[in-house]
């Protein structure tokens, strides 16, 4: 989807263990980090997805963090990641229920 609209050039990155996620992250050199969140695997678990933010703060200063979550199947989840975004601990959020054009457009927005 993203490869389609606007002018980004999505790199996707398989979810992994935060580590391997950022030595990804550093070599693609990203300008936004989109990272889903959700209760399992453990390591898409908001805890571990804010492990990797913060890590990419210090790596990558220029980097800006998103998160997205299923508001729906996960409302916990969801208040959990609009804090964050609150706090100032990401750059933005987004739920699934969002349009790919507002998705896009939010994200070309960043």
Do not use: W
């Amino acid at each position: 989807m993203l490869r389609q609209r606007g002018a980004f050039h999505p790199v996707r990155i398989p979810d992994q263990k935060p580590e391997e996620i950022l030595i990804e992250c550093l070599a693609a050199n990203p300008d936004i980090v989109l990272m889903d969140v959700m209760p399992s695997p453990r390591d898409n678990s908001i805890e571990k997805r804010l492990e990797v933010v913060e890590q990419l703060r210090f790596e990558l200063p220029g980097c800006r963090t998103a998160f997205l979550c299923d508001e729906v199947a996960y409302p916990e989840i969801a208040r959990d990641v609009m804090r964050a975004k609150q706090d100032g601990k990401v750059d933005a959020f987004f739920y699934a229920s969002v349009t790919a054009e507002y998705l896009t457009a939010a994200l070309d927005a960043i």
